[in-house]
């Protein structure tokens, strides 16, 4: 199973500054996906980054808000730029593993809180 | 240590079987609770949550789950399988503080027509 390493674990960042989100996988992986999940809310799909080519990203978000980065098939970033309270969330990097052996193909990073000032 | 824990990882069941999944948590203070649903080749989507109040939640497409405190646990069940119910099934919580999202491993379930 693809293990994952996200980083940092949590952050307190002020207003108008940017942070970039690392996620890093023991395997190569074709699919990698950044969530968010606000305060009281469910887990929302930001954007689906492929390497190779441009991130797909979900209605509601923008590149120039959230650049993502995918140089390799083991390596993503996800930037939240320009920060505002309303950033304040929990970041998640998933990745779908096709060439998990289980029927366990989804995986999860252990997330990134963020808190905005 | 928190963590979210799944027994089941893959579950075959015929159409209009009855559903239960496992959902265990570990954590000593409040805990919000959700179960997810993957489709294939799509993504996350929210099934149901619990953050307080009445223990048994419903949610969409007939899915229910109940929140049993003394046991840990957070079961998610429908009374009758459709072969469209065929997914990836995540449990998920994090503390009511705020803190790191905790996912279980997932059920697979695969409903035959």
């Known amino acids: 199973s693809a293990v994952i390493s996200q980083k940092p674990s949590r952050d307190i960042c002020q207003r108008g500054t940017s942070l970039t989100i690392q996620c890093q996988v023991d395997?190569?992986?074709?699919?990698m996906f950044w969530y968010r999940q606000q305060p009281g809310q469910s887990l929302t799909l930001i954007a689906t980054a492929n390497q190779g080519s441009e991130a797909t990203y979900e209605s509601g978000f923008v590149i120039d808000k959230f650049p993502i980065s995918r140089p390799n098939l083991t390596f993503s970033t996800l930037t939240v730029s320009n920060m505002s309270p309303e950033d304040s969330s929990i970041y998640l990097c998933s990745v779908e593993d096709e060439t998990a052996t289980t029927n366990e193909k989804l995986f999860f990073g252990s997330g990134t809180q963020l808190s905005v000032l | 240590a928190q963590s979210v824990s799944q027994h089941n990882h893959h579950v075959i069941l015929s159409e209009a079987a009855s559903l239960e999944l496992g959902c265990n948590y570990s954590y000593g203070g409040t805990v919000n609770l959700f179960w997810y649903v993957q489709y294939p080749g799509q993504h996350l989507q929210l099934l149901l949550k619990y953050f307080s109040g009445d223990p048994l939640v419903k949610g969409i497409k007939g899915f229910e789950a109940e929140f049993i405190k003394s046991k840990f646990s957070f079961n998610l069940r429908k009374p009758s399988v459709q072969w469209s119910d065929t997914a990836e099934y995540f449990c998920a919580g994090t503390p009511n503080t705020g803190n790191q999202f905790y996912f279980g491993t997932g059920t697979s379930l695969t409903v035959i027509p």
């Open positions: 395997s190569q992986v074709t699919m």
